[in-house]
């Protein structure tokens, strides 16, 4: 029987998926295993690799005995990940040192601001790698495992010790130790990697001391990493494509080309826009990275990328802190009991704001309440404190690449709210395209295996097979949208002052 499907193993912070995708690159089905948070102090977030590993493995192996499928029907599989996340392992025993540090956990926060808070080396970081100096991307977090797990060190620098992101680990793990490599979205968030010369750097390696001989191999996103030989799944399945989560997501979109963008509307929201061969330098402290491309692009291809804290998190405060909802659902058919929020401003700044904004010391707000404010104007507020947050974020990256998203795309849990959509759509005043399939971020891993596969043949191909999109224009007059992002400036601005 001929080839069907390619499999999208989407290894997220919660759980892990399997997802079965067809030649029209409709979701057949997917199973969905979820594992333990591991809060060990306050402020450290770690998972155990083993966990990751058998619910990743678990769901795939589900997958295909449900639908009984063998190595015969599937073209591909395809990893996307939670980035920066990071795991080091003996490859004799293939057992890691220790709990995989997550990319939330800030226990290496004193460690960066020792190692890079001079200005010269943030600037030289900022340089080599698009990033600015955080404990959240993988460097400080190799360093403190092999400065804390007894022996570590000494074994790192005999060589008997691997480091990797996830989808390093699952590769490694599901080639039966064979393949030790990762894809440039990956490495480009690990603060290792020089994004411009497409090489682990010497002298980053150096200043976290962290030995050459752990780094895995940097391949093509879309291309060869080796074939399943692991007990319980079929073997000989070529591995094909790899992307971090929002890099894939980009992918999933078909934002292929220069000035394309996506906005992941999740509990924070993330926004990325392609920016073809140009490594775009942010005035706003947004982040450069790899976006990921399909085989025969012949040259790296580059991505500006911005993050709100509080997205689709601030629904859920509304429901759990103030009980104003139910479900995050409901919140749209309330919204829409009023036409706007009466003057209501929420300012999110649970944990202070970001792009472009910058104030860690400021912290929310709710404004402009009078007597007449009710459950609906409250909920409203929320909402569209979201689409308010990406607006400004869309407006710092423009500024930035010196180009206009001109449509944006959009996916994740809390763009399946229409009012919030629109209201998107109104306040940039651009056009909106939500896919049928939100589900991108499986879909851009199915994409990069199935072309590295020849499963599809190209980009354009990938572009022709997209369902058709919900769309959202924008038809708010335009002085009532300028008068309404006036009173939000304001309420910006009283929140940090
Ligand atoms: P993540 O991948 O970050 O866990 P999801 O993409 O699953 O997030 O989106 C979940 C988030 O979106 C939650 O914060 C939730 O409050 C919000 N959300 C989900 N559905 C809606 C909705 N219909 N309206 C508004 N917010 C929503």
Redesign the pocket.
Known sequence: MSKQYVIALDQ?T?SSRAVLIDHEARMVDFVQRPFTQIYPKPGWVEHNPQEILFSQLGSLAELLAKHNLTEANIAAIGIDNQRETTIVWDPSTGQPIANAIVWQCRRTADLVERLCGDPKTTAMIRKKTGLLPDAYFSASKVAWLLDHVEGARARAEAGELLFGTVDTYLIWVLTGGLVHATDPTNASRTMLYNIHEGCWDDELLQLFNIPASMMPEVRPSSGSFGETSYPGIPAGIPICGVAGDQQASLFGQCCFAPGQAKN?????CFLLMHTGADAVASQNQLVTTIAASGPNVGHTEYALEGSVFV???V??WVRDELGLIRT??E??ALAAEVEDTGGVYIVPAFTGLGAPWWNSEARGTISGITRGTNRSHLVRAA?ESIAYQVSDLVHAMEADAHRPIEVLNVD???S??NL?MQFQADILDRTLRRPQNIETTALGAAFLAGLGAGFWTSTDELRALRSSDDVFAPKMDRERADELLYGWAKAVHRTIG
């Open positions: 997220g919660t992941t509307y999740g509990t924070g997205g689709g998190a629904m859920q995050a659902a919140s749209e909402l994740g849990g809390a399946a709210n919030l």
